[in-house]
């Protein structure tokens, strides 16, 4: 296998912990989005939407790094 190869497999869990988090903020502000046009309640469910898609995606970041982390240290 290529250094590159390598490389990119080893880099595969934190690419995809940084996906997941891109994935919950853009899921929170489209649903915030959304709901504040079908209920004319502009910015607010936006705001909460955002907020909460950060929240989680920060969470879900944070626990596929600690997980990666230990996957390393055991090899």
Do not use: H, N
Not at 24 to 37: I, N, R, S, T
């Amino acid at each position: 296998m290529s250094g590159f190869a390598r490389a990119m497999r080893e880099a595969e869990p934190y690419i995809q912990a940084s996906w997941s988090l891109a994935a919950a903020v853009a899921l929170g502000v489209v649903a915030g989005y959304f709901a504040d046009k079908e209920l004319g309640t502009q910015p607010w469910l936006l705001l909460t939407g955002s907020v909460l898609g950060m929240a989680l995606g920060v969470y879900a970041f944070i626990k596929a790094i600690l997980v990666a982390e230990q996957k390393r240290k055991s090899r």
